[in-house]
């Protein structure tokens, strides 16, 4: 029996989650940048996996007993395989580390069904993508769902230090994607970064996906204000723990229809606190970039924390996974 692990709220949920988690085998371990590793997985058996489109994820097992989550970035319509990349992040918890360490072709790892918090959809006349170091992985499979599919027309601007560090970058700089990708470093200078106002400032009937740091999403959803909401989608691997500060405070939350007032201490969400008082509350993200936790707003000041709520939106809604407040109490639909 694996030993008993602490596990925060994110990773409870993945626990929690409906699918079980099943064993795939490692085909390829394989370093594709600087602290980033790429594992192909498939069926022990060498059957096909289920499906999955364009911005899915899969929650892998790490050897370490943490539960994360990895975005596929291979073609939907390969079914033999699914293809992950992971940063080793030195200062996290240790998932990433065990699994680039760790992990080594032979090996099985257990995952689960592919979900998307992401998708590719509506009709737009074209799509634009921005990604941020390892952002770029939901956005290859959406790149290469659409190659193969002769879909819509797009544009790529992805975004890192180094050439080193970057992932795929000699794909997306190759001539296949010339014309159709842009890859900026900007070598740790905040002066060499790219500016994306001139490709903000006007639409064109664009949708926008971005993934990456949450401080370049922060910057593409102020840049997109006066973009339509349902153009503008976002993905952060459901870091939702990076919307949290040191300043934050307990506050008061009223439910009108329930009748009773619940205290929201300064180091749980909203979400949480109101889960374990009963409040049934549909979530999927919990990062503050899917927006199904959204909440009617009825009175108080919040302290929006997400990349969803359009300024009218936020008047009147407000996403609870990340979000708190800035008056003692706010009123809430619930």
Known sequence: MAPAVPIDSWERRAREATEELTPLRVVRAERVAQDVQLFELAHPAGGELPEFTPGAHILVRTPSELIRRYSLTNAPQERDRYVIAVKRETNGRGGSVSLVDQTKPGDMLEASVPRNDFALGGNPASYMFIAGGIGITPIRSMIHHLRNTGGKPYKLYYLSRTPEMTAFGAEFTAQAYRGKAVVHYDLGDAEQSLDLWPLLEKPKGAHLYCCGPRGLM?????????????????????????????????????????????????DKSMLETLRAHGCEIRSSCESGTCGSCRVGLIQGEPDHRDLVLSDDQRRREVIVCVSRAHSPELTLDL
Not at 224 to 241: C, I, K
Not at 242 to 258: I, N, P, S, W
């Open 218 to 266: 922060e910057a593409v959803r102020d840049m997109t204000g006066h973009w339509s909401s349902a153009a503008v989608h976002f993905e952060d691997f459901g870091a939702g723990q990076a919307t949290r500060t040191v300043d934050d405070k307990a506050f008061a939350v009223r439910l009108v229809r329930r009748g009773d007032v619940i205290e929201i201490p300064a």
